[in-house]
Every structure is written in C-alpha cells, then in structure tokens.
C-alpha cells in the first residue's frame, strides 16, 4: 500500500497516518498483516515517551478522541500515559484495516500484595489485535510505561514470548470472568513478575474517561503526587521517578543518575526523553513541588 494512500483513512478518526508515521519514525509497510502490527508498536514505543505531566500540573486527561490524541502526542511531541497511548494505537491500526479491541487492566505491578491482595482499581488500558486471515488475536500494549510490550504477542496462555527486551507470558488467573481472565507477567532477571490482569470484555470509551479521569484527578494517584517519565530504546528502557533516572540495559548493566534539582529534571525530560513541556505553564515550579515533598 502506498503510504499517502492511507490519508483518506485516516480522516475516519481523525488521525493523519502520514504524520503518524512520521512521529514515531515509521518506513515499513501499511497492510494490516504481522509485519505491520509489530512494526508500528516497535515505533511507537520507540517514538513516543510515557510521561504524566498533565495529571501532575492538574490538567485531567479526559478527552480520548482521536483529533485531541493527535494534537498532544503527535502535533505537539508529547508522551502520555495507558489510555492515551493505547487509544492512539487503537486508531492507527482500526484506520488500517485490524480489528481492535480495548479491555481493561487491574495494575498489580510494584504492588507490595500483588495478586494477593484486594483487588486493585481497573485503571489500566490495552488491546486485542485480530489480523485479517489469521486465527490467533494478539495482545497489544504500548502504554505501560517502564515495562511496556516492546512487540505484540499472541493471546495465548502458559507460552513464553520473547520481545526485543524481556520475555513475557500470559497466565490464566487475575479474577476476570470466568474463563476469561488472564495475569501478564514479564521475566525480570530470574523471576517472572506479574504486571497486572485483564480479562476479555470490550471496554467502552465511557469508562476509558472515567478510569482516566479518576487516575488524573484522584488526589492520592501516583500521576498526581509524583513526576513519572518512560523511554524505550533499541538497548534500554529509561524509567525517571521524581529525581531518580534508571537506566535498564539489555546486557543486564543498570545505571542510576540522582538529579538535584527541578531544573535538571526538567533538562532530562526535554533532551533524554523528547518531550516538549514548553506548553506547560509553571512546569519547573511543580516539579520542585514534588521532588521536595
């Protein structure tokens, strides 16, 4: 398909796929095919940071459509969290011709309990791919910020996945529906580590707003109280938490830089993870907020 052939597309949603594509540095091919779906979430990842400089300065991130999507993470080279990120995937490939589906995630990851413990809010957001002819859906993520999918796997259990960094794998489990709930976990080190839980019921826009704005607005929501950024590179996963950027290799090296003060932070943000927080009034003001609280 030829790429300028895909504008018309693009108008259903509202998302220019030739801009699209050159956000997240994207060449390859536009048929909904594996190919395809695997190489747009590798851009994506790549192209497009997680941050959560909208909740943080108390700006609640409400509006999932499309043309605002387009506006904050492509025209203006903002990152985003799990609703934005996925939903802007989501367009992309319903533009292109995959058959997507949104669910619902119940975040277990760092959780001192885990799976243990009550169940946690469904706060998160991803998606079930179907490609045209082929049989098995697969499970998309491109917004779970430091530990996100770097590739799309199938859905499928008790299977490890390889991706271009950690090895993942779904479990049955995670109190979905019965016979439809699902833990996915990634190997850290020598240790598979359960990120969160899902199951397979389609989750309307309505609720993506409310699970947005409840994670923008809550006054104890860790995208309120504190500074979080997330890059992927070909090499690493860079994660930035108030002052402390780590640096995860894929060699197993690990590096961790302690900035002292806003203004560094700030500098990070614009020159490590490309991110443009000139449209953020008092920015470098709320970050000493929360990094001295």
Avoid at 52 to 64: A, K
Wanted: charged share 20%; aromatic share 8%.
């Amino acid at each position: 398909m030829d790429r300028q052939l895909s504008a018309p597309a693009a108008q259903r949603s509202g998302i220019d796929l030739t801009a699209y594509f050159d956000r997240v540095g994207y060449a390859g091919p536009t048929e909904p095919t594996l190919a395809t779906l695997t190489g747009l979430v590798a851009a994506h990842v790549r192209g497009i940071p997680f941050e959560n400089l909208d909740p943080l300065t108390g700006v609640p991130v409400i509006d999932l459509g499309a043309p605002a999507l387009a506006a904050k993470l492509v025209a203006q080279r903002r990152g985003g969290y799990c609703y934005e990120h996925n939903n802007l995937m989501r367009y992309v490939l319903t533009d292109l011709g995959f058959d997507v589906v949104p669910l619902g995630g119940r975040v277990v990851w760092m959780s001192p309990t885990g799976l243990d413990g009550p169940p946690h809010a469904e706060t998160h957001l991803a998606l079930v791919v179907r490609i045209p002819g082929v049989e098995t859906p697969y499970f998309v993520d491109v917004g779970f910020g430091g530990q996100t999918l770097t590739s799309p796997i199938r859905l499928v259990v008790d299977e490890v996945q390889e991706t271009p960094h950690e090895p993942f794998r779904l479990r049955a489990g995670g109190g979905g529906v019965a016979g439809n709930g699902y833990v996915l976990e990634s190997l850290i080190g020598k240790d598979w580590r359960p990120l969160y839980t899902f199951d397979r019921r389609p989750k309307p826009l309505i609720d993506m707003q409310v699970g947005s704005w409840y994670v923008s607005t809550y006054p104890e929501s860790i995208f309120v109280v504190g500074l979080s950024a997330a890059a992927v590179t070909d090499d690493a996963r860079w994660n930035l938490r108030g002052r402390n950027l780590t640096v995860h290799r894929r060699d197993g090296g690990t590096e961790r830089v302690r900035f002292d003060d806003a203004a560094q932070v700030c500098e990070a943000l614009t020159d490590r993870f490309g991110i443009d927080v000139s449209g953020l009034d008092d920015f470098e003001a709320r970050v000493a907020q929360v990094l001295d609280s």
